[in-house]
């Protein structure tokens, strides 16, 4: 809680949670004259709504609504939670901006879409009636948003984007309460507000750091445990540090996902617990060394995706079963990695990932940007992608499964695929992606941070970071229909960017529209062999250099998109697998090359 870190509540004996998912109740406010006529005491004509979930694909009206919405529920907070207690209200996910107001007052704000924020409530609370909590939603597609809206340079790629509702970027923007909204309490006197543990490996043991920050600049005693292994805290000012040592550890790893369990206590004068957190940990090192990628001290190539939270009737809204089905096909498929493709997904499905050995490059949100736009645009980018940055690392700095940070998908710095980069527009993004790659590593200088590259985009930016990341669309977007010369140029091109920057490659996306059902001899687009076939020779390709670190398809699943010429049915159809997750012979391909079955 607070502003130490953003660490997913827990109950334990000293600390309560209250998840308010359900039926709320919903009111679009496209006048946005709720604020002033009261609407967060209550709504004059509500109807009921699920959360979480997206509110686009539950009503006709709310389809295509970005603007301003309100959500409303009511609830009676235990009464033992009174005395004691400081209760905070976490909002998983609201897309995009929001206010909340307790009880009639206003006790939070938030920008973005896709991370958690939290505010103490404990003086908003009422205990003899039921407790109001009145949230405010909108997805304005604003230009100084991250993602940003479409400015007077369009942004995003001509011709793809720029459908109905427009944005600068291929993906519905889902809009809504997207992830649980919780109630907590933790201990009033002083509670633990974060939790970082890093881990190194020297020989066969495995080193634990952990540092742990407790409210009220805490100044007493604790004690942190890992299996048989104790080291005491000792706290000054608020924060307290300890080492643990484990011999012979067994490495996190897709192999063997073992986690470990840390228990922090912190104690009062006869050592009795005064507070608790319990935290999974896997024991892993990543690290980048000339072009190799190495986990564990060796070598690893990810197989995987580019996903979407998407899903018909949810939209973008918190969905375990979606969740769990995801991660089987995966395993099906021998995938063992994925990105979050175009931003933070919900820490539930981190927590999967640590368990079941995923590989997850972790994205923020900022895709769509255009160093053409006005500078002052920019400027506003700059501090929302450092706010997502901050609080992406602070919610995801412990899951093991993160390998990598990722500040951007293609941005752009002139016309996309080859036309000439304008400098100016070169030179600013040098300077944002320099600021980005600089304060990542101050907030975690654990892992590579990496910047994904749009096919014939601007490459310099590629040298400020850690491994370079591209998106390639050789015998789709360009060179349609002639898959071995989209082969040689893709060739061409790795080499060539081996060359340049002698860092690791990852190949983030490729892929072909597919329509399932359709058959092509010899392959032709949109077929389900044009795909295959796409597919083989981008992963021969990649197996003939060690240098790629990773080749993850663009998609796992078809999703779905805005209104446009190019996406047939409002989806995006490169998916190896349709919405509802059946395979298409693409599925069945990666299966065995991937799975060896
Ligand atoms: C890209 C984007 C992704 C699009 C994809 C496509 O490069 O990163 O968001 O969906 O291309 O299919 O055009």
Redo the contacts with the bound molecule.
Sequence with gaps: AGRGGLLRPQRNAHRELLDTSGLWRFQLDPREEGEAAGWSRALPAPRPIAVPCSWNDLFDDAKDHLGLAWYQTELWVPAAWREGRRVFLRVGSANYAAKVWVNGTLVAEHFGGHLPFEAEVTGALAWDRPNTIAIAVENKQLLGRVPPGPGPAGGG?AG?VGGYPATT???FPYAGLHRPVLLHAVPAATHIEDVTATTRIEGRDGVVDVTVAAAGGYAGRGRVRLGELEADLAFRAGTAQATLRIPSARFWGPRDPHLYRLDVTLTDGQGRGTDSYALDIGIRTVEVRGDRLLLNGEPVALRGF?KHEDFPLHGRGLDLAMWVRDYELLRWAGANSYRT??YPYAEEAMELADRLGVLVINEIPA?GLNFEDPEEATAQRLDQALLQLRELVARDKNHPSTIMWCVA??PLGGPPLGGQPVPRAVEAGMRFFRRLYDETRRLDATRPVTL?G??GGVLDWHGIFDVVCV?R?FGW?TQPGRLDEAARVLEDDLDGLHRRFGKPVIVT?F?T?TLPGVHAAPPEMWSEEYQVEYLRRYLDAAARRPFVAGMHV??FADFK?GQGTARAGGM?H?GVFTRDRRPKMAAHFLRSRWAGT
């Design positions: 790629v793809i970027y291929d993906f580019g493709t175009h895709v998908n293609e994904v749009v096919q998106n669309y977007y996306e892929g529209d663009w998609n998109t995006n490169k």
